[in-house]
């Protein structure tokens, strides 16, 4: 009988390599694709929608060229457990499936306990993430929409490590571009836990400086504490409070819940360490954990673009592994990352990664990849060309 291969979550990772295990076996394996979502959400250029530049259907794509054209299985439900042991999953309808390998990509948790009182203030409708793609996008966009001119748009930043260092940077520069065509006597207000910029500081820096004077701030090394959601206020640890009109909150974040739950978490329980050489979790067996749920190596990105990376790596190494056929001993990975400092212009960063064999992880390759040295709409549609390519990739 064929080995089965179970694939847990169907963003980035997951539906990459659901489809790139049947390529790389020539459609034989077997593989079923497990996620609770109707169509596949992109965070990529989710952005444009809450600066309310583009529409949700701008980032939905349909799942159904796996099933039709590639012969994946797919289950339209979440995983609510994994049993190692046994070896068996289990759905949250109850029904329970048998496997021989999962393939794990959950993508992220975020730690709302870790800011005190932002459970309370989302559920008070009062903070909004919008870290994952889905309602709370149109939602965070709605509430932009209907602040008032002269308002504040306030966007904190976790420590990193968290999915998509650019991100915040990014959508504090469109939600810019709207409130400068809008409502220009408002401000965006970026609280980053961290001491500097995470990811290409000195391009976002020259845009913010070049075109937003006046209308983004940033605050280094504020760290929120608590929320107080009846006055719509942040507090910090020692600086001053912020309050603010919209309150875009991301706390920490970890692997997603099912990863935790499962026992897969390394020593800072956040994250899960595996053999870059497959992706195995190195907790547990045929688990292998691709995307932003796994302890990266040095200088990855937590990004769509290595999740896909990782996707490809694990299903050839998995399919050699069900053949006996040997393991590539020293795999290659890119990761190209474009962000939109307006509507028309984006900058990109980009690296290459080879596995070493004796340090047992990837190591960026010196003298590959690169940075842009200013904003342009030429790589503007050069991001829409990597969106596009990058969906047709994971889902077609
Ligand atoms: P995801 O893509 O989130 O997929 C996880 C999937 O698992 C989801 O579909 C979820 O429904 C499913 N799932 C979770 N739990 C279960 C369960 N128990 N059972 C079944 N299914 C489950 N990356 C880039 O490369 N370029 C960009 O320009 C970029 N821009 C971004 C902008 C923003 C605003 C944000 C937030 C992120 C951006 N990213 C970008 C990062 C990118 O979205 C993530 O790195 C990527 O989605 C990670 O892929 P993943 O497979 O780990 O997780």
Redesign the pocket.
């Given at each position: 009988d064929k080995a089965r291969i179970l694939v847990?979550?169907?963003?980035?990772?997951?539906a990459t390599a659901a489809k790139y295990l049947r390529l790389f076996s020539n459609n034989t394996a077997n593989v079923t694709l497990?996620?609770?979502?109707a169509s596949f959400l992109s965070?990529?250029m989710?952005?444009f929608v809450v600066a309310g530049m583009r529409t949700m259907a701008d980032i939905t794509s349909p799942y159904e060229s796996l099933t039709k054209h590639h012969g994946i299985k797919l289950i339209r439900d979440?995983?609510s457990a994994i049993d190692p042991d046994k070896k068996i999953v289990t759905l949250a309808s109850g029904t329970t499936l048998s496997y021989d390998k999962v393939v794990l990509?959950?993508?992220i948790s975020l730690m709302m306990n870790s800011i005190e009182g932002l459970t309370k203030a989302n559920q008070a409708g009062v903070t909004l993430q919008a870290?994952?793609a889905g309602p709370e996008t149109l939602m965070l966009y709605k509430q932009l929409a209907a602040m008032r001119d002269g308002g504040v748009f306030a966007i904190s930043i976790p420590e990193a490590p968290y999915?998509?260092p650019p991100?915040p940077y990014?959508?504090a520069s469109l939600v810019a571009n709207y409130l400068k065509q809008h409502k220009p006597k408002s401000k965006v207000l970026i609280l980053d836990a961290n001491q500097d910029l995470t990811s290409k500081g000195a391009l976002f820096k020259k845009a913010w400086a070049e075109q937003y004077s006046g209308l983004i701030e940033y605050l280094p090394s504020h760290n929120v504490a608590s929320v107080d959601a009846k006055t719509k206020t942040l507090r910090f640890e020692v600086q001053d409070d912020v309050r603010a009109d919209v309150l875009n909150v991301l706390p920490a974040m970890s692997a997603?819940?099912?990863a935790i739950k499962t026992g897969l978490a390394n020593a800072n329980g956040r994250w899960v360490n595996v053999d870059f050489l497959n992706f195995e979790a190195t907790a547990i067996k045929d688990i292998h954990v691709?995307?932003?749920?796994i302890q990266t190596a040095p200088l990855m990105p937590?990004?769509?673009?290595m999740?896909n990376q990782h996707a490809k790596v694990a299903a050839a190494a998995i399919i050699a592994q069900l053949n006996d056929w040997p393991v590539n001993p020293a795999p290659v990975v890119n990761n190209t990352?474009?962000s939109f400092v307006n509507e028309q212009a984006a900058v990109h960063i980009a690296s290459v990664h080879q596995y070493d064999a004796q340090a047992k992880t990837f190591k960026s390759v010196s003298g590959a990849g690169g940075l842009s040295t200013e904003s342009s709409t030429k790589e503007g549609s050069y991001a829409w060309g990597w969106a596009h390519n990058i969906w047709t990739d994971t889902l077609a």
């Open positions: 847990i979550g169907g963003g980035f990772g997951g497990i996620e609770p979502n965070c990529p989710s952005n979440s995983v990509s959950p993508g870290w994952k999915r998509c991100g990014e959508r997603g819940e099912i691709l995307g932003d749920a937590k990004s769509g673009h999740a990352c474009y």
